[in-house]
């Protein structure tokens, strides 16, 4: 089925979404697409369709059980935590974990990083094979230690590498194979997302998360979601829009705003993992539902501790229950 939601009008596009938010939780399992050339761009867009609000990926939170904590209150389509593409190659314990992904924790995407285009392209074989829904290469991880050695938001530096390498990937695998980017490396005034999103879109690429703030700009100052707008315009392939969307209202006005096939949202779902059902509700014209009650007592408890910037107290927090070693504080693409 083909299913263009990137080629829609901002109004159609408006309105399908919110066809698909009004449905709410009754919307029927979809039946497994065939992927490949040709396809994957519809398989992303009709997923999206249903489901437009997106769990972001975020190292040492979006692991399975958070996952699974935000599905109970909405959430559908999530992204695991980075994953470094030497670890997967050399079938590391950690990254086989992240990996394998249970029966009632998909649909999930796996992504993937590194500087070695190679590397990445191995790494996304093995990862194929778990079948996540689809692959997202991660071009947008500004952490010094990872965008300064090319990986990350590091290939923004060099968009050609870039484009190269997400078309060798997409060749690899029989999966739908998305990109997670910024809207430059920055701090030029012109920045390369609208032409490199039609070009991520030649190569193949199904769709394209893009966190609306420069590589440079860290988490720091406001996301434009303008930019969303102009490389959604560019495309036919979904773009979900992602930065400072925190609340349901966010959620509604950045769809609005940018006419995007989605939203994906990040720390707003740490403090607040319910963001999901709410933002269904609201955008159906429905009251908001109130908090899930053994929800109330840690949302309190995260909001107050939250750092607006980095969302790291309440990560802390959040995933206090898991086990932890210093290995685990590794790459921390904190954003
Ligand atoms: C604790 C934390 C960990 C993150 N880890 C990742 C990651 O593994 N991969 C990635 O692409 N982005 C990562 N990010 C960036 C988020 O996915 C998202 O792009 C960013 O937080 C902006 O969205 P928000 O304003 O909704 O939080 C991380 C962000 C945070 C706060």
């Known amino acids: 089925m083909e299913v263009s939601v990137g080629a829609m009008s901002t109004r159609t596009r408006a309105t399908s979404v919110a066809a698909v938010l009004a449905a709410g939780d009754s919307v029927p399992p979809q039946p497994r697409l065939p992927y490949g050339a040709g396809v994957s761009s519809a398989a992303v867009a009709q997923l999206l369709a249903q489901h437009p609000v997106v769990l972001a990926p975020m190292e040492d939170v979006t692991d399975a059980p958070f996952r699974r904590a935000c599905r109970r209150v909405g959430a559908h389509l999530c992204v695991t935590e980075l994953i470094a593409a030497e670890h997967i190659v050399a079938g590391a314990a950690r990254a086989r974990r992240r990996l394998d992904l249970a029966a009632d924790d998909r649909p999930t995407a796996v ?6 285009p190679a590397l990445l392209r191995d790494a996304a074989i093995v990862a194929a094979r778990d079948r996540p829904v689809f692959l997202d290469l991660n071009c947008g991880c500004w952490v010094p230690k990872i965008a300064q050695r090319g990986a990350g938001a590091g290939w923004l530096r060099d968009p050609a590498a870039m484009v190269a390498m997400a078309r060798a990937i997409v060749d690899a695998v029989d999966l739908p194979v998305t990109v997670k980017t910024r809207i430059g490396y920055g701090p030029e005034s012109h920045m390369p997302i609208v032409d490199l999103a039609r070009r991520l879109e030649d190569a193949g690429v199904a769709a394209i998360f893009l966190h609306c703030r ?8 406001r996301a434009d979601w303008s930019w969303a707008r102009r490389a959604r315009e560019a495309v036919t392939i979904p ?22 096939a989605g939203v994906m949202v990040g720390r707003g779902a740490i403090a607040h993992p319910w963001i999901f059902r709410e933002a269904r509700a609201l955008w159906s014209g429905g009251a908001v539902p109130p908090p899930p009650k053994e929800m109330r007592a840690g949302a309190r408890a995260r909001e107050n501790t939250t750092d607006s910037a980095s969302g790291r107290k309440s990560c802390r927090l959040q995933t206090s229950t898991r086990r932890r070693s210093p290995s685990r504080r590794g790459t921390k693409c904190t954003r």
Do not use: S
């Open 111 to 116: 992504q993937i990083y590194g500087a070695n």
């Open 239 to 260: 773009v979900v829009v992602n930065g400072d969307v925190r609340t349901a209202d966010d959620v509604v006005r950045a769809l609005a705003e940018t006419g995007c």
């Open 214 to 221: 420069t590589a440079a700009m860290g988490h720091a100052g």
